[in-house]
Each structure stands twice: as structure tokens, then as C-alpha cells.
């Protein structure tokens, strides 16, 4: 899953960073508004960690623009603004949750998941689709009750179409998901770890829809 980081506190920002990519986030970053507001608008972000002290005006308006524009994006707040009237107003604006400063990386950590969790409609870590058991936090894999071992790459690839559902995943969207950020990935990669899910799994786990992308079956 992509997430949006956007926190110019260079030591806040590399805490975060590593503690979500260890959750298995992909993550960009921003250092501002303008730039945020730019992200947002080219990338389809599953959640957007955001600081409302920023350098080049308030994140607040990052909310705003993309509640105006009638975006779902799940929105976490972090601030040093303690006050009860600083958070009810950014969650009468929009904000799916908020975490004052200072913060164990690992509370935030929890709190995305459980907001990208809620995004999808599920009540816990466990997700369910036909065969297939994913535990979210756990990062763990179970095919008609055996535990099955993934790469990392191999997990981000299913929970992305795990939590897809049974909606259809291009090659390009799978790559924004699990590739974001690096550089010259072609789609075509794609295809090599379907096939390495399928032989783990069972090779009508996934269905390809010629031309157009992929869908979870379990």
C-alpha cells in the first residue's frame, strides 16, 4: 500500500519513514504544502500521514483540498497542537484520526493500519477473501489453513489485491502500490510475481484479465 509521509522535521520524518516501510508501507514524502498538494493530486495514495506545522503554510489546507474535492483518502494528523479545539477542528475538517506530539513511531504505525483497515470495511487485522487469510499486522499468509512463506515484494503484491477485493488491478496500478518510487520499473514485473503467488497458492488463486490486469480469486 502507497502512503503519503508529509512532515518537514527531518528526525520526526526519518523515524516515521523507517517504522512504516518496516510495516510494509510504501512510502513518499513532502516536506510542505505545495508539494503535498502536488503529490495528491498525481498519485493514488491509500493514506496520507500528515504535520500541520509546515514551512510553507498550514496542513490543514492539504485537508482541505482533497475533503473539497470529495476525495476518501484517510487522513492522520500529526501535530504538537495539544489543544482540544486545535483537534476537534481538524477533525471537523475532514481528518480520520490525530496524534499529538510527542509519539512512539509505532503508535502511529498502529493508527494507520487501523485506518486503512476501516477505509476497506474490515473490523480487524484479518482479512478473507475465498481461501486466502492475510493477517495485516502480522504480515503472515494462510492458503486453506497452511501458512504459506512470502518475500516481502510477494506479500505487498497479494495484500494489494487483497484489499482490492475482487475489483480488477492493472499492471500499472500494482506497480504504484508495490514499486512506487523506484525508478524504471517496467510492468512487466508484474507478471513475474503473479506467477511466483500462484506456484505458492494455486495457480487459479489469481485471474488474469487479459489486457487489462488482475483479480484475486482465493
Do not use: H
Not at 479545539?85 to 471537523?92: F, M, V
Not at 492458503?143 to 477485493?165: D, I
Request: negative net charge; proline residues 5%.
Amino acid at each position: 500500500m502507497r502512503l503519503l509521509l508529509v512532515e518537514d522535521e527531518p528526525a520526526v520524518r526519518d523515524l516515521l519513514r523507517e517504522a512504516l516501510k518496516e510495516a510494509g508501507w510504501v512510502v513518499d514524502e513532502a516536506w510542505g504544502v505545495n508539494e503535498a498538494l502536488g503529490l495528491v493530486e498525481v498519485f493514488p495514495y491509500d493514506l496520507v500521514v500528515l504535520d500541520l506545522g509546515l514551512p510553507d503554510g498550514d496542513g490543514q489546507e492539504v485537508l482541505s483540498a482533497l475533503r473539497r474535492r470529495g476525495s476518501p483518502i484517510p487522513v492522520l494528523i500529526l501535530t504538537a497542537r495539544d489543544a482540544p479545539e486545535a483537534r476537534i477542528a481538524g477533525l471537523e475538517e475532514g481528518a480520520d484520526d490525530y496524534v499529538v506530539k510527542p509519539f512512539y513511531p509505532r503508535e502511529v504505525v498502529a493508527r494507520a493500519r487501523a485506518l486503512l483497515r476501516r477505509s476497506r470495511g474490515y473490523a480487524n487485522n484479518w482479512l478473507k477473501v475465498g481461501r486466502l487469510e492475510l493477517d495485516l499486522e502480522g504480515r503472515r499468509v494462510f492458503w486453506q489453513g497452511r501458512e504459506v512463506r512470502l518475500s516481502a515484494r510477494e506479500y505487498a503484491l497479494l495484500e494489494a489485491l487483497a484489499l482490492r477485493g475482487e475489483g480488477l488491478a492493472s499492471r500499472e496500478w500494482l506497480v504504484e502500490k508495490v514499486w512506487s518510487g523506484e525508478e524504471s520499473i517496467d510492468p512487466r514485473t508484474v507478471d513475474t510475481y503473479i506467477k511466483y503467488l500462484r506456484r505458492k497458492l494455486a495457480p487459479e488463486a489469481i485471474e488474469t484479465i487479459r489486457g487489462l490486469g488482475y483479480r484475486l480469486l482465493g
